[in-house]
């Protein structure tokens, strides 16, 4: 069975920084990543990373997320700098398995404030 912990999240003032971490047991992941999701709105795509590190990123973050994998610990992260308010939502990580096909995280909130 697949399990994910996410941590990480918290109030930020705008213009600082917070580390998404995700850990997931129970299989061997291929595709890993985060979205989001703000009240009111759809769930979005943040950035995804596959297993050889190759990774795509939305426009929105790109220059100030990044996100990175150690696939001994089966664990992806989300660095994030110069937050803006916009980026205030709840976030999710996913694992892609073979066997149990995409299972989610429970999500942590970042909310970017002043």
């Known amino acids: 069975q697949v399990h994910l912990v996410e941590s990480g999240g918290g109030l930020v003032q705008p213009g600082g920084s917070l580390r998404l971490s995700c850990a997931a047991s129970?299989?061997?992941?291929?595709?890993m990543g985060w979205y989001r999701q703000a009240p009111g709105t759809r769930r979005e795509l943040v950035a995804i990373?596959?297993?050889?590190?190759?990774?795509i990123y939305d426009d929105s973050v790109k220059g100030r997320f990044t996100i990175s994998r150690d696939n001994a610990q089966n664990t992806v992260y989300l660095q994030m700098n110069n937050l803006k308010p916009e980026d205030t939502a709840g976030y999710y990580c996913?694992?892609?398995?073979?066997?149990?096909?995409?299972?989610w995280g429970q999500g942590t909130q970042v909310t970017v404030s002043s």
């Open positions: 996913f694992a892609d398995s073979g066997r149990f096909g995409r299972r």
């Open positions: 129970g299989s061997i992941f291929s595709t």
């Open positions: 990373i596959e297993r050889d590190d190759d990774t």
